[in-house]
């Protein structure tokens, strides 16, 4: 009876922290507050220093789940990132992700020894916790803000790409102080090797993953969405067991697999982003119930945790952007965006855990700095994105909701997917009518929504620019369907 119990109220706890992450996503975009900031208020009102509902003291587990979580959210948004997106910023966002964060760490860590009695090696590991921009806060504070393509893109690539070289920083600075005898130099090779073989164990599963998907048939279409996290799940295991990159490794097959032609590629895609959303409610709820708030709020960490940020936000970021940039073509309004916009989230909080199980002196009080400092990147920089975005003119069109397929039948090898898109003004079939439209045999429009109103189709019907049109296409067929609907207006 009391092991049903004690089920019976973890199950119960578990629905209503789901619901009240779901609640304060929607509460979050209402106000402009970055929804980390409320999971981890959420997290701190129903802890041991809250309301006392739950008691949490586990950096290990918190450790392990947060990494999954992460796993899960560099997949989503790997899987959302375009090709063409990535080479346009690649040189840029590579830059940030490696010299940027190494800067952001040195100048965080002189500042920390400055302030702090800590050795030397102390202050670069407190620096190196916090020198990454976060996925997880990137990819939510972007994702309904209509920042301009360019300037979304470098940050979703380099905070994509950037967690390898700060969990790489981490781990050597906590080997420097423990083990007396290793060397910086030491572990030069080693930085070579993860990011190498992390790059490569991502593009082979990435490739592998999107062939599988397209090759085996499924019974259910319920179960390749599954089969695209499981693949997410091998990367990272396997970039793991050979010591290399493991997010490095998830991010890149997860273009590899987004940008291929995908067989149930809207429910994959559906299903990953639902998933991601859950894995960021439990994360930050969890990393809220971690802290306690009667340590985090004392004066000594609040002022200290202020000075830190202040140097972070307004000299060390700033630093690494300005370094990091030499020589790319990007205007100092572009610059100025940037050295605002890299946010800190999750992976500096996860990260400040490792020297918590490593065992190294002063690591609660790391542990504090790096919560208060990530909360105050989140409320300053997180809730101003928007607003110093459109002072700069750095505000683009609003986000249209990109084409979609949806997926209708499957039996055995007859597939067919319903394709959703948008029309463009200079798409070659606006100003069309359908019948002199060249659609691939197997391919019927069903619908026309236009303003908001759904219109039936027939032959005399003329296609306007912002229609978006339903189109029933057999899968084989859909890689021609697009070319049609993704040709251009001749000039």
């Known amino acids: 009876m009391v092991d049903t119990w004690q089920v019976d109220t973890i199950l119960l706890l578990g629905a209503l922290v789901l619901i009240s992450g779901v609640l304060a996503a929607k509460f979050s975009n209402r106000i402009g507050l970055p929804s980390l900031v409320l999971f981890i208020a959420v997290g701190m009102l129903i802890g041991s220093d809250g309301l006392g509902i739950v008691y949490f003291d586990n950096p290990e587990m918190a450790q392990m789940v947060g990494i999954a979580a992460l796993v899960i959210i560099l997949f989503e948004g790997g899987l959302q990132t375009k090709f063409s997106t990535v080479r346009s910023v690649a040189g840029p966002a590579l830059s940030l992700a490696t010299l940027g964060v190494i800067i952001t760490s040195v100048l965080v860590g002189v500042t920390a020894q400055l302030l702090f009695d800590i050795t030397w090696l102390q202050a670069m590991l407190l620096g190196a916790i916090v020198g990454s921009t976060d996925a997880a806060a990137v990819f939510a504070a972007l994702k309904e803000r209509n920042i301009k393509a360019r300037m979304g893109a470098v940050l979703e690539a380099e905070s994509g790409t950037n967690d390898p070289m700060a969990v790489f920083l981490t781990l050597g600075f906590i080997e420097l102080i423990l083990l007396p005898e290793t060397t910086i130099w030491s572990l030069i090779p080693s930085f070579f090797w993860q990011m190498g073989v992390g790059l490569l164990i991502g593009l082979l599963i990435g490739k592998a993953g999107s062939f599988a998907i397209n090759t085996i048939r499924l019974d259910s279409g319920g179960l390749y969405p599954i089969f695209s996290v499981a693949f997410a799940l091998l990367t990272y295991g396997t970039a793991s067991v050979v010591d290399a990159s493991g997010f490095l490794a998830v991010y890149v097959a997860a273009l590899v697999i987004g940008n291929s032609e995908l067989t149930y590629r809207y429910s994959i895609f559906q299903f990953n982003e639902g998933f991601a959303w859950m894995a960021q409610i439990v994360m930050f709820i969890l990393l809220g119930l971690l802290v306690f708030p009667g340590e985090l709020f004392r004066p000594d960490i609040m002022l200290n ?155 005399e019907t003329e296609i306007d620019s912002g229609d978006v049109l339903y189109i029933l296409v057999a899968s084989k067929q859909e890689k021609a369907l697009r070319k049609a609907l993704e040709a251009k207006k001749k000039r």
């Open 305 to 459: 945790g202020l000075l830190l940020s202040v140097v972070m936000i307004l000299v060390a970021r700033p630093a690494a952007v300005m370094l990091s940039t030499i020589g790319v073509r990007m205007q100092w309004r572009e610059r100025l965006f940037l050295s605002w916009a890299g946010l800190r989230g999750a992976v500096p909080i996860i990260l400040a855990t490792f020297p918590i199980v490593a065992g190294v002196e002063d690591s609660e009080f790391f542990f504090n700095i790096v919560f208060f400092i990530v909360l105050t990147s989140a409320l300053v920089q997180g809730t101003t994105i928007s607003p110093i975005a459109t002072k700069l003119g750095l505000m683009g069109p609003k986000k249209d909701t990109p084409h979609h397929s949806i997926e209708l039948i499957s039996m055995g090898k007859a597939n067919a997917e319903m394709v959703q898109f948008k029309v463009d003004a200079d798409a070659a079939v606006a100003g069309m009518k359908l019948k002199d439209i060249d659609f691939p045999q197997k391919a019927n429009i069903s619908a026309i929504v236009r303003d908001e109103t759904l219109i039936t189709p027939y032959g």
